[in-house]
């Protein structure tokens, strides 16, 4: 048995699979068809290129530090990595709040992995960094796409360092405005 049904958004085609149960599968019609054709957004794999930034290896670009299973979770990909100066990008997709923003958290995390992976950097071989305070201000709201964190030391210091992320949306406007503090401290 086959029937079609056109919807608002797309053609919709029911058939019976050979156990019976009934398979649906929605192909979009009109202007959404023409979208086919457009190029697949990116995945944030190694060479794709996201807000102008094209996504290295993550071994690569964290010196081998990796960037943690929350950032991974999230979709953080490290661009550039420094005690100066860091850069990544988080997809909105999947990281969003009921209604369809950006989660406010989701700033944070992108804005705390590169505080702290600075600091950490800048730590040095037999030493740590361990955030201490976080702030964020949010002055714009990201609904698709990808955004992009960069990141700037303030100070760094021998026991505090302070970095300022700003995140921007795709089109290069500020989202969020963030300042870690990360506390610097020797190994046991």
């Known amino acids: 048995m086959t029937e079609s049904i056109t919807e608002e958004r797309g053609a919709a085609e029911t058939t019976a699979s050979p156990s019976g149960a009934e398979a649906r599968r929605t192909e979009p019609t009109g202007a959404a068809r023409a979208d086919a054709n457009a190029p697949e957004p990116p995945?944030?794999?190694p060479g794709d290129v996201v807000n102008g930034l094209v996504?290295?290896?993550q071994d690569a670009a964290?010196?081998?530090?990796?960037?943690?299973?929350l950032a991974e979770r999230m979709g953080i990909r490290f661009i550039e990595l420094s005690p100066e100066r860091s850069v990544a990008v988080m997809p909105v997709e999947g990281n969003t709040q009921p209604i369809g923003l950006l989660h406010g958290g989701a700033?944070?995390?992108?804005?705390?992995?590169?505080?702290?992976?600075?600091?950490n950097v800048h730590a040095g071989e037999g030493?740590?960094?361990?955030?201490?305070?976080?702030?964020?201000?949010?002055t714009g709201s990201a609904t698709t796409g990808?955004?992009?964190g960069t990141c700037t030391a303030v100070h760094l210091g021998g026991t505090t360092t302070v970095h300022e992320i700003v995140v921007t949306d795709g089109?290069?406007?500020r989202c969020s405005t963030?300042?870690?503090t990360n506390l610097v401290r020797s190994r046991r």
């Open 55 to 57: 996504i290295p290896d």
């Open 127 to 138: 030493r740590y960094a361990v955030g201490i305070d976080i702030n964020a201000t949010h």
């Open 178 to 180: 963030l300042r870690i």
């Open 146 to 148: 990808w955004v992009t």
């Open 171 to 173: 089109t290069g406007r």
């Open 107 to 119: 700033y944070c995390v992108l804005g705390e992995s590169l505080g702290s992976m600075s600091a």
């Open 62 to 69: 964290t010196g081998g530090r990796g960037g943690g299973a």
């Open 43 to 45: 995945r944030g794999l």
